[in-house]
Every structure is written in structure tokens, then in C-alpha cells.
């Protein structure tokens, strides 16, 4: 390993508010250092804070992971370099929703582990939403695995980025009526981002509060699935109102919802719980469209909302055209299919809870 080749790697990261120029190219990489087996890069930001510097930063970390031999230790170091018009200093930590924008209810969609249908239930709970008439974004936190991009078929567009007033703004991207912000379209195709703790904290923070979502009526957030530290982190320091828990009807889901019950509960974070949703409650095959069946059985979603107090917004059956339409990029709450009214009803539903309080 050389600083040479270390540069080679470092080009695989682009910026995306500056025309997908890579990082070595816009002079960002202020210096590299191999001695052994350390890589010590340090990347130069302008005095006003770059809206994307937390990204860059774990874009780079994940670049030298994936091309470094194993056991290589790496390190990221950052300086401050600006010559231009003083700029009021923005800390991360300072930031706060409603200096750019006016949202009437942050909502996480939660669920205590993958694969439930969290975002299936997110993105098309956003577009029912709009469907209703209310303003909505929605934010994908899910560093594991953002799926926001495929399923709104978004993929490959990157954010602008703009300045006003001293402040870098990221702007969402705007389709099917709802504004959509994700921390996939940060990363390359096929990449998985290396983000964890404190830094995959800052990049989500800064992918929320950093945006010009405008005037909305209802921001949702796809949290990613779990309970851990990430997640109470994000809870505090977002503004958000409340949760909505995704669950499916299995038994065994009862102690994942119970854990995302505790952690909205919990009395430092103290959010409501609007309600849960009991994803793929039944099968119905296209051919029996009257026919369910109770495959992970019947009505286990219920009775966890029973149990912990809480109302069930509502229930979501396993169909093909779900999945199908999620992975083709176009959410089938889009459509007039009988399926799309579950969401519409869940919609009208979560309205109706969120109005109560
Ligand atoms: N109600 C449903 N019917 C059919 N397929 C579903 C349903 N809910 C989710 N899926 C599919 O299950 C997979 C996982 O869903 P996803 O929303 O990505 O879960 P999570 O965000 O909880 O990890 C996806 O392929 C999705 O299309
Ligand atoms: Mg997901």
C-alpha cells in the first residue's frame, strides 16, 4: 500500500452536491499517510460546514475498508481551511428543524427487527398520506439498508445541495407527491455505508434536520430496524412526535415490539406510540382474492397492541402486487388495486390518532 493507491480508493467517492466530482479531484484530500499498517487521510472542509460532510467522511472510511487488505487500521482526520467570507459556524449539535422548515408531526415508523415490512409500510403510508391531501416527506434512516430509492425507483439521483443565508440546505426529491430523503442516495449502487455509532448518528441527523422539506404536514421517518443506540439517539435528538411500530402476527414478534414499545416509552425519550401495524396479517393469493390465510397466525398483531395499550392503526395482508410493485418502484398505494386501500385505511386511521393527541 501506497499514498498513491490510497488516492486510487479515494477517488470512488463523490461528492453529490458538487456534480459527482470525486473528493480527490475538488482538492478535499489535504493529505495521506501510510506507515505500515496505518492509513491516516485527512480531508480538508471549508469553514462553513459542508451539509454533506458527515456523508464524505464515512463514504471515504467505507472506501478504505473495502479496498484495504484486512487488518489494515485506517483513520480520518479533518482540518478546516477557509479563506472566504467568515461564514456563521454551524455545529451538527446546533441544528433544529424549524429554522428552514414548518412540520406539523415528525412520526417514526419503528420496528424491532428487519424484514416486517417497515419500509414497505413507510413509503406507502407516505404516499396514502398524499393521496389524502396532507404535505409529506419522508426521511430513510435505515443505514443497514435503505431501500427508499428502489422502491420510489429514485435511484441514482443525488440531492442538490444549496447555500442561503450562511447555511447548506440539502433539497429532497420530489415524486408520486411526497418528498423523499435517503441516506441511500448517498452511497454508490451496490456499496453498503460502514457507518456506525456516533457518525452513522451525525450523517442521519444531518439527512433529517438539514433539509428543506418546506411546509409539511407530516414528516416520517424509517428508522432502521432494532432498539439499540443509534436509535435512541436519533429519537432524542429529533424532534419527532411519536412512533408507529411495524410488526408481523408471529409470536415470537412479541418481544421485538415490546422493545420498541420500551424504547419510544422509555421515560428520557417519552414519545407517544400512535399505533401498531400488523404487516402480512393473511395470505391471499391472486387467483382467491376472497381467501386468507393465517400463515403466521391469526390476529398475533392484536393482541400485542392489546397487551401493550396501544391501538392498532391497522392490518396489511401478504400479496404478491405488494412486493411486486415495492420492487418495481412503484409503492402500489399509487394504484386503484383493492390492496391500496389497506394503506388509504391505514392512513386515515393514523390521521385520526395523531389528531386525538
Ligand atoms: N404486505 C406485504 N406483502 C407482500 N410483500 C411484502 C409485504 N410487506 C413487505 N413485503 C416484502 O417483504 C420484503 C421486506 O420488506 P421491507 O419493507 O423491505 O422490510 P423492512 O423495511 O422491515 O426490512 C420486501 O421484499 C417487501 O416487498
Ligand atoms: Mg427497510
Known sequence: MNENQILTYLREVLHPGKGEKDIVELGMVDSVKVSGNNVTVTLVFGKHRDPLQEYLIGSAKAALIRNCPEGTEIELKTVVRDEEKPQ???NVNDLTLEEVNS???IIGIASGKGGV???TVAVNLAI???RLGFRVGLADADVYGPSV?????????IPDAMEENGKEIILPIEKYGVKWMSIGYFAQPGQALIWRGPMA???????ILQVRWGALDYLLIDMPPGTGDIHISLVGDIPMEGAVIVTTPQPVALADVEKGVDMFRNEKINRKIFGLVENMAWFTPEELPDNRYYIF??????KMAASFGIPV???IPLVQSIRECGDAGEPVALSSRPDSLAFIDLARKLVEEVEKN
Open 88 to 90: 456563521k459556524k454551524q
Open 103 to 105: 412540520v406539523r408531526h
Open 117 to 119: 415490512g417497515k419500509s
Open 128 to 130: 396514502a398520506l398524499a
Open 149 to 157: 430509492p428502489i422502491m420510489t425507483s429514485t435511484e441514482g439521483q
Open 201 to 207: 448518528c451525525n450523517a442521519l441527523k444531518q439527512m
Open 297 to 302: 397466525g391469526k390476529d398475533g398483531g392484536l
Open 313 to 315: 392503526l391497522g392490518q
